[in-house]
Nanobody, 124 residues
Framework: QVQLVESGGGLVQAGGSLRLSCAAS????????MGWFRQAPGKEREFVAG????????YYSESVKGRFTISKDNAKNTLYLEMNSLKPEDTAVYYC?????????????????WGQGTQVTVSS
């Protein structure tokens, strides 16, 4: 069973930065496609960023491109999301997700495993 545990969320002022971490079961980060999603109150869960397994190619939603960076440390089995120039509209619960397949996946149903989420609140 794959386990994903997010951390690093919190309250930050607009323009600030946060780094989210996702600690994964051994071997997951190095061998699976990983992604970050978020869900704001009253809204559907939306794709934020992903990183492919083999090529380690990264891809982002248009709303965060240029501000957020996804990365991973295979040795630490940890996925990261560096968030800069945060805006109030970035406020949401952020989730880490994992898919056994290698590819560019932006739909939540394409990921098999999910963490419990970490709250990010950006004040104006």
């Amino acid at each position: 069973q794959v386990q994903l545990v997010e951390s690093g969320g919190g309250l930050v002022q607009a323009g600030g930065s946060l780094r989210l971490s996702c600690a994964a079961s051994e071997g997951t980060v190095s061998s699976w496609t990983m992604g970050w999603f978020r869900q704001a109150p009253g809204k559907e869960r939306e794709f934020v960023a992903g990183i492919m397994w083999i090529l380690r190619e990264t891809y982002y939603s248009e709303s965060v491109k240029g501000r957020f960076t996804i990365s991973k440390d295979n040795a630490k089995n940890t996925l990261y999301l560096e968030m800069n120039s945060l805006k109030p509209e970035d406020t949401a619960v952020y989730y880490c997700a994992a898919s056994r397949r290698d590819g560019i996946f932006v739909q939540s149903y394409e990921y098999e495993y999910w963490g419990q989420g970490t709250q990010v609140t950006v004040s104006s």
